[in-house]
């Protein structure tokens, strides 16, 4: 008889899933309105357009004074927050933090250094 118990044993992966929270709304707007002066006009949080297996249901897009469309995408992959040019689509970091990924963008408030995933 076969082993069955190999396959019973069956092993699935939930991938791990970050979302905006309202604590991160909040530091979002200190951050826009500390960064204002900095050439940051406006950022707002959008519902993903598809659900996909890690990645959080939420992104958020930053302008510039320097162009009319969005200039960065943050969002969430499993324990990772990205910052993309939203004009390029080019990836331009990652961070274990969402203060880390504006920070990334314009370096207006401090960055808490003890907050693993935040």
């Known amino acids: 008889m ?6 019973l044993n069956v092993c699935q992966v939930i ?3 970050m979302e905006i929270l309202s604590r991160h709304k909040d530091y979002l707007m200190r ?5 204002m002066p900095m050439g940051v006009s406006d950022a707002d949080i959008f519902p ?15 302008w510039v004074r320097e ?7 943050v969002y ?9 040019d939203a004009i390029r689509d080019n990836v331009l970091g990652n961070f274990p933090s969402f203060s880390g990924a504006l920070n990334m963008i314009r370096p207006v408030l ?3 250094k003890d907050i693993v995933a935040a």
């Open 2 to 7: 076969a082993n069955t118990s190999a396959t």
């Open 15 to 17: 991938p791990f899933q």
């Open 31 to 35: 951050w826009l309105e500390a960064g």
């Open 48 to 62: 993903a357009e598809e659900k996909q297996s890690g990645m959080s249901s939420g992104y958020v897009l930053v």
């Open 67 to 73: 162009t009319p469309d969005p200039a960065y995408k």
């Open 76 to 84: 969430s992959r499993g324990n990772r927050w990205f910052v993309v």
């Open 110 to 112: 401090t960055v808490e």
